[in-house]
């Protein structure tokens, strides 16, 4: 699934072709992604002008001068392509500018989804009113982190996996973070003490942040608009690194189930 580098990363990529164009044609090519296309998608976007795009935790936002805006998530395996050579049978909705330019929205399980949200609740659209701060916002902070853990005995690795905590995070970026923060992603979040979620805060922040330098992390079917493939899964310390010796101590990295997703850490650095 695309996480919250991937999302972004797709979100300026689109702004080099949408910020300030005028959307002359607008083309479900099919009824329904993961639930129907807004019935009014078509009539509220054509002849719209996209004044500006954003993110919220892994959903992107397409503002417009009609006062609503289209959030898109891409699912399992969406992403955006630019100026196509040609519509393909996954390419589920089209977008094209008054300048020329076609945007496709290619999703070959069709776990995504597109809506239109008025601009003024966005806030409280039922999918964003009770997630929490931002991983690069400043409301993210270890006093924030320590009263939402506050007596919860479910591990760290799940709380942070938890979006009404931290909004947006998923498996491979908590996997990394808690390896630099050196804390054990089994311990119950309500024990992690003060000074390590004082490391874990900027660990999140630093993780996210080079990851969307690096333009995401490739896995399966995600690529950036342009079709270029992300890096940072070059850059893992332990996701997806079994037996191989951690980057630290080099003991070697260790898999195991947890909340029915694989988490990979050092034994030996994580405690």
């Known amino acids: 699934m695309p996480e919250l580098p991937e999302v972004e990363t797709t979100v300026r990529g689109l702004a080099r072709y949408l910020d300030g164009a005028r959307l002359i044609r607008v083309a479900p090519r099919r009824a329904d992604l993961r639930r129907p296309f807004p019935a009014d998608l078509v009539q509220t976007l054509t002849g ?7 993110r919220r935790a892994k959903y992107g936002l397409i503002h417009t001068d009609r006062g609503r805006s289209m959030v898109f998530h891409l699912g399992m395996s969406g992403r955006w392509r630019i100026d ?15 300048s020329g330019h076609v945007l496709s929205l290619n999703d070959p399980r069709r776990f995504g989804s597109v809506d239109l949200v008025d601009e003024a609740a966005l806030a409280d659209w039922p999918a964003f009113a009770a997630m929490g701060p931002e991983p690069l916002g400043d409301a993210l902070t270890p006093a924030h982190l320590k009263a939402a853990l506050a007596s919860r005995s479910a591990a760290i690795k799940l709380m942070l996996l938890d979006q009404r905590i931290v909004a947006g995070l998923g498996n491979i970026y908590v996997c990394e973070a808690l390896f630099r923060a050196g804390i054990d992603p089994r311990r119950p979040g309500g024990q992690v003490s003060g000074p390590a979620l004082a490391r874990l805060v900027p660990a999140i922040k630093a993780v996210i942040a080079e990851a969307i330098e690096a333009g995401g992390s490739t896995l399966r079917d995600y690529a950036q608009p342009d079709g270029q493939l992300g890096y940072f899964s070059k850059q893992f310390d332990v996701y997806d690194r079994t037996g191989e010796a951690c980057s630290r101590c080099s003991a070697p990295v260790q898999r195991f189930a947890q909340g029915g997703r694989s988490t990979w850490h050092c034994a030996k650095c994580q405690k």
């Open 48 to 54: 719209a002008t996209v004044t500006g795009l954003g």
């Open 84 to 98: 196509p050579e040609d519509i393909g049978t996954h390419d589920h909705l089209v977008l094209e500018t008054h």
